[in-house]
């Protein structure tokens, strides 16, 4: 099978496609680095030439508002390229919770139209809503941090390892489209102030973390289990302990 994905060169593209190839699958890392820019269409029609599958995930390279016209753009200049070249299955990597979240933030509202315009669009389609990674739990600190203390709301979440989302995009993408919403997640829920305190202290970081009521998410005034994934979710082994470790001995 032939899998393009764009975003290849990334945290999780590169290891998609490291995993793909590792099933003997001809996946290709598609990415502006590589002369393939999604939101411009450069190199599109070229890059999707006899593929089956295209996963997508890419980001914007802003977390506001102006995201809104670069998932547009990106999403309408792939559907277009994948229809003119017979791809059979479009597969994007989303989040846990986006539609509770786009009530509050630009970022999310871009991503609820990401999904909207591949719901909508001629390909048939599986949509993956990932959790929180483990490698970006000290970005989360440090986007919560005042005055050396991180204030984060105790509200439940299920992060998993990158390697892990890699892993069930992959899975999806080489099944059948489901024309809807995938769940994954790590393997087991805990307090963010819980886990970042643990995070923190395992990479010897002296902030204080502080379960705060009126904390924010990324500015998001969270509920108690909207970081949460379903019943029906699809669950990853690797435990943020283990992975510490393992991430520790490769440094």
Same mark, same amino acid.
């Given at each position: 099978?032939?899998?393009?994905? $764009?975003?290849?060169?990334?945290? $999780?593209?590169?290891?998609?496609? *490291?995993?793909?190839?590792? +099933?003997?699958? /001809?996946?290709?890392?598609? %990415?502006?680095?590589?002369?393939?820019?999604? @939101?411009?269409? *450069?190199?599109?029609?070229?890059?999707?030439?006899?593929?089956?599958?295209?996963?997508?995930?890419?980001?914007?390279?802003?977390?506001?508002? !102006? %995201?809104?016209?670069?998932?547009?753009?990106?999403?309408?200049?792939?559907?277009?390229?994948?229809? =003119?070249?017979?791809?059979? +299955? +479009?597969?994007?990597?989303?989040?846990?919770?986006?539609?509770?979240?786009?009530?509050?933030?630009?970022?999310?509202?871009?991503?609820?139209?990401? #999904?909207?315009?591949?719901?909508?669009?001629?390909?048939?389609?599986?949509?993956? +809503?990932?959790?929180?990674? @483990?490698?970006?739990?000290?970005?989360?600190?440090? =986007?919560?941090?005042?005055?050396?203390?991180?204030?984060?709301?105790? %509200?439940?979440?299920?992060?998993?390892? !990158?390697? /892990?989302?890699?892993?069930?995009?992959?899975?999806?993408?080489?099944?059948? !489209?489901?024309?809807?919403?995938?769940? $994954?997640?790590?393997?087991?829920?805990?307090?963010?102030?819980?886990?970042?305190?643990?995070?923190?202290? %395992?990479?010897?970081?002296?902030?204080?973390?502080?379960?705060?009521?009126?904390?924010?998410?990324?500015? $998001?005034?969270?509920?108690?289990?909207?970081?949460?994934?379903?019943?029906? !979710?699809?669950?990853?082994?690797?435990?943020? #302990?283990?992975?510490?470790?393992?991430?520790?001995?490769?440094?």
């Amino acid at each position: 099978m032939k899998v393009v994905v $764009i975003g290849g060169t990334g945290l $999780i593209g590169s290891k998609l496609v *490291e995993t793909l190839t590792e +099933h003997g699958h /001809d996946a290709t890392a598609a %990415a502006p680095s590589t002369g393939v820019n999604a @939101y411009t269409g *450069e190199g599109l029609a070229e890059a999707l030439s006899g593929a089956d599958v295209v996963v997508d995930v890419s980001n914007s390279p802003t977390l506001d508002d !102006a %995201a809104t016209e670069f998932f547009q753009l990106a999403t309408t200049n792939l559907l277009t390229a994948e229809q =003119s070249a017979g791809v059979a +299955h +479009h597969v994007a990597l989303s989040v846990v919770g986006t539609e509770q979240l786009a009530e509050q933030s630009g970022y999310f509202q871009a991503k609820l139209l990401q #999904e909207r315009l591949i719901s909508e669009g001629p390909i048939p389609y599986t949509i993956v +809503h990932a959790t929180q990674f @483990y490698e970006f739990l000290k970005t989360l600190a440090d =986007s919560a941090t005042v005055e050396g203390t991180v204030r984060m709301p105790p %509200a439940y979440f299920q992060p998993m390892a !990158a390697a /892990d989302v890699a892993e069930g995009v992959a899975i999806a993408a080489v099944n059948p !489209a489901v024309n809807g919403v995938i769940e $994954i997640g790590g393997p087991m829920e805990v307090l963010l102030p819980d886990l970042l305190r643990t995070a923190l202290t %395992a990479v010897g970081d002296s902030r204080t973390v502080v379960a705060d009521p009126d904390a924010r998410y990324w500015g $998001i005034k969270l509920g108690a289990r909207t970081l949460v994934p379903g019943p029906g !979710a699809s669950l990853f082994d690797t435990r943020f #302990e283990d992975w510490i470790l393992q991430a520790a001995a490769k440094n």
